[in-house]
């Protein structure tokens, strides 16, 4: 039974009827472009057919009540006196309601169903994917007009001011802006959209490493904060503003560590740039090129790898269907994505499976993903409310 269904049959079975708005939100993954976005660079990344689906419906009296099939659980609460109750999942509901009222927004209540399948903790954006959905879903039975730029960055608010993640805007901006067979080059400066096309004959393979990521949040912290010092003692306001070029002439002055920091974003954004020419150019021999130098990048200057990501990189990369593989997301664990020959995903699939067990006794779980559309209502109570 796919998502929809099971959404759809859900409530109604909780709520005898059928569900007058359907919504949903992808997850993502990033091609390249690696610790850039808060640096104000370049990120290039793909919403994924991997999902969340909401089936809902308008309730007039300012209560929300939604059901997680994948939680086995439900939220409730008032959209008036909004507040902390919990760290789970019903906090990135709340907190969508709360950054819809920072905005001057008026939300409405609604009662749904929600479910996904876009893995969880893997860097693959379920957070965001939630995030977006949630907001489609407000925005329908409230009658908001949907700019994807706008609700992006209120999916961001709610991580940095609700949740109290100091993420940037990538995950947000892809999921919600999303292009059916494209990936996205995403200015993080200007929240300026280049849509590169996947190279026809391609696949993109996410292989999870079945390990979860850890000590990631000072770890992350830790690399900000190095990024800000290598920004300050290049006199700009973020390492974006960095050419290689005036890295190699200024860069000795660096502690060494800050150094290597520096150096990866610097590099990571040029390859990004010229990874989204490669693919306009159908040049899918350097986009591979392009992605196998960035996991050596993050695996050596920012040191965000670990074990398994660098054993299923390896396995993947020597590959003959292989054109390029890194580790994506925020590191120490998680996912590898790949770019494989199309005709020969299953192969690939089936040999990385055996050889990262191989090499490490884990178990990864790969899946081929198509290039989705961003966040979407699919199916409207009325043709007014539809706002699209």
């Not at 995030?131 to 329908?140: D, H, M, N, P």
């Not at 740039?273 to 150019?281: G, P, T, V, W, Y």
């Not at 130098?293 to 054993?311: C, I, K, P, Y």
Request: glycine letters at 10%; one cysteine or more; hydrophobic letters at 45%.
């Amino acid at each position: 039974m796919s998502l929809r269904d099971r959404v759809e049959s859900a409530f109604r079975e909780r709520f005898g009827g059928d569900a007058p708005w359907l919504v949903r939100a992808p997850g993502r993954v990033n091609l390249i472009g690696e610790h850039t976005d808060y640096n104000g660079g370049f990120v290039l990344p793909i919403a994924i057919d991997r999902e969340v689906w909401i089936a809902l419906a308008p309730q007039g009296d300012g209560h929300v009540e939604v059901h997680s099939l994948d939680y086995g659980d439900a939220a409730a609460f008032e959209l008036s006196g909004l507040s902390h109750t919990g760290d789970g999942w019903p906090e990135y509901v709340k907190g969508v309601a709360w950054a819809l009222q920072q905005a001057g927004h008026v939300p409405l209540g609604w009662q749904g169903v929600m479910c996904g399948n876009v893995p969880r903790g893997a860097g693959l954006s379920s957070s965001a994917a939630v995030e977006l959905a949630v907001l489609r879903a407000f925005a329908a039975v409230s009658a908001l007009p949907w700019d994807a730029k706008a609700m992006a960055l209120l999916g961001q608010r709610v991580e940095n001011g609700w949740i109290g993640v100091n993420s940037g805007i990538m995950d947000q901006l892809v999921v919600a802006a999303g292009i059916r067979d494209h990936a996205l080059l995403i200015d993080c400066r200007s929240l300026e959209i280049e849509p590169a096309p996947l190279p026809p004959g391609t696949a993109v393979v996410v292989l999870d490493t079945s390990t979860r990521r850890g000590l990631v949040d000072s770890a992350y912290n830790e690399r900000r904060g190095q990024c800000e010092e290598a920004a300050r003692y290049f006199g700009v306001p973020a390492l974006r503003d960095v050419d290689s070029a005036a890295f190699a002439g200024m860069a000795t002055g660096l502690d060494p560590v800050v150094r290597r920091r520096a150096r990866h974003v610097v590099s990571e954004n040029e390859r990004t740039l010229e990874a989204s020419h490669a693919m306009r150019a159908g040049d899918v021999g350097r986009l591979g090129e392009l992605m196998n130098a960035s996991h050596e990048s993050l695996r050596v200057d920012f040191e965000v790898t670990n074990a398994a990501l660098d054993a299923i990189v390896d396995v993947a990369q020597a590959q003959p269907m292989c054109l390029g593989a890194r580790m994506t997301g925020a590191g120490f664990g998680g996912c590898a994505v790949a770019l494989v020959a199309a005709e020969g995903v299953d192969t690939f699939i089936e040999d990385v499976t055996v050889g990262y067990r191989a090499a490490t006794g884990l178990v990864p779980r790969a899946y081929a993903c198509r290039a989705a559309d961003g966040a979407s209502v699919e199916r409207a109570a009325s043709t007014e409310h539809a706002a699209d």
